[in-house]
């Protein structure tokens, strides 16, 4: 299903059979500033090697219109480069169009700085999903299935878990990586925690937050304000439920979910009645106390 069905009555009389592209359209920017007395051009080729990587790729086996691309952008901000090893830090986000609006709401946005990799010019960049190859392949795909299962997700409940399991095994692939951002002890916000989270049944009303605001709520808003952000609502008190159950300081990706949408829940909420904003103010009050300041502009 997943967003097919959502784009249809848009694009149906659009779309040319021949018009099928891969999944993402990724903006990709790497940046070296920090880094004095090098070859810049490594740079510049490092920087199309990724947009290639990550555009040409078929990452699923659903076709996509080009309309259906998802937008994302990876920026590479690098620190540091020794003969063919780099590392830096990489800043992902993804973005997904709003139902009969011009509007693009935040799917994720999660800058990782835990960045190491080898790469060689003229060498291609290849990928296993049973095997891991390279660090850099193996972190792009990573977070390719995260962007494709958070999309998915956004559109069908649950409709991203095929691409969580496949960064899943990645993160497994790389276990044995001498590079960080991989394994458990390391951290309690790296990739291996991130999949984790979005996989445990402990927080699934996380997942069905994402699709619940976004599909029931944002998308519905063109066509009954109220309604949808009635919705939107119900949809906040899932995190609520989560926030409960597991107040664990470390529960990472309903961290990133909340913070990709600050911004979002109070224009959301600046015309809502009285009693519908103070809920929603309480609410979020609770499960995101740092931007309580923020949100108290639901209120007034």
């Not at 951290?187 to 989270?197: G, K, P």
């Amino acid at each position: 299903m997943k967003k097919k069905l959502f784009y249809i009555t848009l694009l149906l009389a659009l779309i040319p059979l021949s018009g099928m592209a891969q999944e993402l359209r990724c903006n990709v920017q790497v940046l070296s500033s920090q880094i004095q007395g090098t070859n810049k051009q490594v740079f510049k080729t490092l920087q199309e090697d990724i947009y290639e990587f990550m555009n040409n790729r078929i990452w699923t086996e659903d076709q996509f219109a080009n309309e259906e691309r998802i937008e994302c952008k990876i920026l590479i901000n690098l620190q540091s480069h020794s003969g063919d090893q780099f590392s830096g830090s990489m800043t992902v986000t993804s973005r997904r169009p709003v139902y009969n609006s011009s509007y693009n709401t935040t799917l994720f946005n999660y800058k990782d700085n835990d960045v190491q990799f080898r790469y060689l010019e003229d060498e291609p960049l290849e990928f296993d999903i049973n095997n891991f190859r390279s660090n850099l392949t193996s972190i792009l795909a990573y977070y390719a299935y995260i962007i494709i299962g958070m999309d998915y997700d956004s559109f069908e409940l649950m409709g991203g878990t095929p691409y969580f399991q496949r960064a899943q095994q990645i993160v497994s692939n790389a276990q044995n990586a001498k590079s960080s951002g991989w394994k458990a002890y390391e951290s309690r916000r790296n990739r291996y925690w991130l999949v984790e989270n979005i996989l445990n049944n402990e927080y699934e009303q996380v997942r069905q937050f994402v699709y619940q605001y976004h599909r029931q709520g944002l998308d519905n808003m063109h066509d009954n304000v109220a309604q949808a952000r009635a919705e939107i609502s119900e949809s906040l008190e899932l995190l609520q439920e989560v926030h409960r159950e597991e107040p664990d300081p470390y529960m990472f990706y309903m961290k990133l979910v909340i913070e990709a949408k600050s911004n979002e829940f109070v224009n959301v909420y600046s015309e809502s009645p009285v009693g519908e904003s103070e809920r929603v103010y309480n609410i979020l009050a609770e499960i995101d106390p740092s931007h309580s300041e923020k949100y108290k502009q639901i209120t007034q």
